[in-house]
């Protein structure tokens, strides 16, 4: 069974970094995109960014854009999330996800989830 | 930028059948996925592409997708379905990805 582990979370000033990793494993993770998806408490999901099966692609949603960096390492089979200048709003569980296609470029579909992490953005 | 709109809630007595909408402009022309969040879990995959199950997923479970208006169908509802249920596309420009608003489907 696929399994995405984050870890990185905890509470962090406004304008400070923080670095979310997530650890895969059973499956290829070289050969699949990979995305971090985001939960204010008690609100929706909201989509943060992708990052394609080598690393060659990413986009991120505007909210995060300049702000957020989304990086991988396929000999680590980890994925990682640095966050800048974080604000407050930026508070939310957040969850590394695994696409269903082996090309970003064809579309994002979310078959595997983690547990997700907490990001707590408070002074 | 596009949007995905759900009703906030869906109410159903056990056995019974519910349905949940989503809408938007065109939303035929787009590929539709589903996800259940039940409280303090990670959402999981329960329709893709409009009405396809993955492995695991009862058949009670199903999809559509016309006009502008896609649905979520749960037959022969159980206490194990309450939870919250979003839909969600792929754009090809603009903000690539949308999720719904979200519906919390409560069972009676």
């Known amino acids: 069974q696929v399994q995405l582990v984050e870890s990185g979370g905890g509470v962090v000033q406004p304008g400070r970094s923080l670095r979310l990793s997530c650890a895969a494993s059973t499956f290829t993770f070289s050969s699949y995109g990979m995305h971090w998806v985001r939960q204010a408490p008690g609100k929706g999901l909201e989509w943060v960014a992708v990052?394609?099966?080598?690393?060659?692609?990413?986009y991120y949603a505007d909210s995060v854009k300049g702000r957020f960096t989304i990086s991988r390492d396929n000999s680590e089979n980890t994925l990682y999330l640095q966050m800048n200048s974080l604000r407050e709003d930026d508070t939310a569980v957040y969850y590394c996800?695994?696409?269903?296609?082996?090309?970003?470029?064809?579309?994002?579909?979310?078959?595997?989830w983690g547990q997700g992490t907490l990001v707590t953005v408070s002074s | 930028s596009y949007v995905l709109t759900q009703p906030p809630s869906v109410s159903v007595a056990p056995g019974k059948t519910a349905r949940i909408t989503c809408g938007g402009n065109n939303i035929e022309s787009k590929s539709l996925h589903w996800y259940q969040q039940k409280p303090g879990q990670a959402p999981v995959l329960v329709i893709y592409y409009d009405s396809d199950r993955p492995s695991g997923i009862p058949e009670r479970f199903s999809g559509s997708n016309s006009g502008n208006t896609a649905t979520l169908t749960i037959s022969r509802v159980e206490a194990g379905d309450e939870a919250d249920y979003y839909c969600?596309?792929?754009?090809?420009?603009?903000?690539?990805?949308?999720f719904g608003t979200g519906t919390k489907v409560t069972v009676l």
């Open positions: 969600q596309v792929w754009l090809r420009s603009g903000d690539p990805c949308v």
């Open positions: 996800a695994k696409d269903w296609h082996h090309d970003i470029l064809t579309g994002y579909l979310f078959d595997y």
């Open positions: 990052i394609s099966d080598d690393g060659s692609n990413k």
